[in-house]
């Protein structure tokens, strides 16, 4: 079993910056694939951007590129997505994601609410 917390979240303006942090608990999860995705009112979860458990490989939704940047610390245990010039289209839900296709499964953290007003 892994646990995933997310925290972070917030209320700002547009063109602000938040980082988002998902703090990860139990077995070996220093090994899983790591990734965030959103949730805007009433429309689908939808993919941001992931992390390889080596840190090594980064992908991101366009609609992200170059604004956010997807990071972890595995000593730490801990996952960080740093939000720049945010948009109000960024409003939404982030979830936190851990998967591992050695142990076949895969976990969601609870959500925290990012808010951009214009």
């Known amino acids: 079993q892994v646990q995933l917390v997310e925290s972070g979240g917030g209320l700002v303006q547009a063109g602000g910056s938040l980082t988002l942090s998902c703090a990860a608990s139990?077995?070996?999860?220093?090994?899983?694939?790591m990734a965030w995705y959103r949730q805007a009112p009433g429309k689908e979860r939808e993919f941001v951007a992931a992390?390889?458990?080596?840190?090594?490989?980064?992908r991101y939704a366009d609609s992200v590129k170059g604004r956010f940047t997807i990071s972890r610390d595995n000593a730490k245990n801990t996952m960080y997505l740093q939000m720049n010039s945010l948009k109000p289209e960024d409003t939404a839900i982030y979830y936190c994601?851990?998967?591992?296709?050695?142990?076949?499964?895969?976990?969601w953290g609870q959500g925290t609410q990012v808010t951009v007003s214009s």
């Open positions: 992390i390889r458990w080596t840190g090594a490989g980064t």
């Open positions: 994601n851990a998967g591992s296709a050695y142990y076949g499964d895969e976990y």
């Open positions: 139990g077995r070996a999860s220093s090994t899983y694939n």
